[in-house]
């Protein structure tokens, strides 16, 4: 069987497209996020995307399916925010290990049934299982206190601890990769990566591959915290992720010159992928799956990237059209790394 790098040595690989985008089309209520074992729980549960996991699986199910047939192959779990830090803000913090768990558990039946629909057309196309871990809602670097810069809503123990449960959750489950997303704050990432690490040291498993995708938050090319790509690319690369990239934050046009730059540093697989443009005055994405298509591809033949798929705004059509786009160009190739001087 095939391994995740077996097919980055062979192709550009697709991941999938936004889960949030694909929820609102559902436009469930308040009663139908809480389901019946949640009907009385004392806060509003609407907008908590991560419980549907527990309280309508079958629509993640049914998302994740459209993407695996729209050609990704890497979904992520539907696990941005499941970790106890996040989950706070719905005083859900002891459902985190039991939401990553079961997104997982979704996710892989979602690949699973995939496969069995596609044998029947005896088409053999391998999927991998990667674990969302999102940025939390809390950051490690700066203070939230304008008052008071040396104040900090969370240690980084206490960020360390919630990821190492959502870790373990998500191994648990059967991802096959772990995928540290959406960074703002560098050191929430290396809280993250802590706790990787910590995990299957813990365990004495053999370590998932770990793809890491950073955020660049403007036309400066630095992210939220204040670093620069290649500042942010050299505190994480001490990890030997999979993978080091970028998504959300910009569309395709807007992301070109800084993916470019990445490709030109990293010594690993490049990761992109975009919001479906920027969002107009409601907030909404306009820009159409041929668009987003038109500007990957042209990366994809500059040979910048490795992995690409959507962020915000993007689904099923977006997927299709920049795996279609992309399908028959040749991945960006790993540069020489002279190795280290001891």
């Not at 569309?251 to 920027?278: D, F, Q, V």
Request: proline share 4%.
């Amino acid at each position: 069987m095939k391994t995740i790098k077996d097919l980055l040595n062979e192709r550009i690989v697709i991941i999938d497209g936004a889960m949030g985008t694909m929820i609102q089309r559902y436009q469930l209520n308040e009663a139908e996020y809480r389901g019946e074992r949640f009907k009385d729980w004392p806060t509003d549960l609407k907008g908590n995307n991560d419980l549907l996991s527990l309280t309508q699986p079958q629509i993640i199910k049914e998302i994740h399916k459209e993407y695996l047939a729209a050609g990704a192959d890497i979904i992520e779990t539907n696990t941005f925010n499941s970790q106890r830090v996040s989950l706070a803000d719905y005083h859900m913090e002891e459902l985190a290990y039991e939401m990553n768990l079961a997104a997982a558990t979704i996710a892989r039946q979602a690949i699973g049934e995939n496969q069995i629909e596609n044998r029947k057309f005896e088409v053999e196309k391998p999927a991998f299982l990667a674990g969302a871990i999102g940025p939390m809602n809390k950051t490690l670097s700066l203070s939230p206190d304008v008052n008071n810069p040396g104040y900090r809503a969370l240690s980084f123990d206490e960020a360390m601890n919630a990821y190492y449960e959502q870790v373990k959750g998500l191994v648990e489950g059967g991802v096959d990769l772990l995928l540290i997303e959406t960074i703002f704050d560098t050191l929430n990432a290396k809280a993250a990566i802590f706790a990787v690490k910590k995990y299957f040291r813990d365990t004495r498993q053999s370590e998932l591959p770990i793809m890491i995708s950073g955020t660049i938050t403007d036309a400066s090319g630095r992210t939220l915290s204040g670093q620069t790509l290649e500042a942010f690319y050299t505190s994480i690369i001490h990890a030997k992720p999979l993978s080091v990239g970028l998504n959300c934050a910009l569309g395709a046009k807007e992301m070109r010159s800084h993916i470019e730059e990445l490709s030109h540093i990293a010594s690993t697989y490049i990761s992109a992928y975009p919001n479906a443009g920027l969002p107009n005055a409601m907030g909404q994405y306009d820009e159409q799956p041929e668009d987003t298509a038109h500007y990957i591809e042209e990366w994809a033949r500059e040979g910048f990237v490795n992995i690409v798929g959507g962020c915000c705004g993007t689904t099923p059509d977006h997927i299709k059209h920049i795996a279609d786009h992309v399908k028959n160009l040749e991945p960006r190739k790993l540069p020489v790394v002279e190795p280290e001087l001891v």
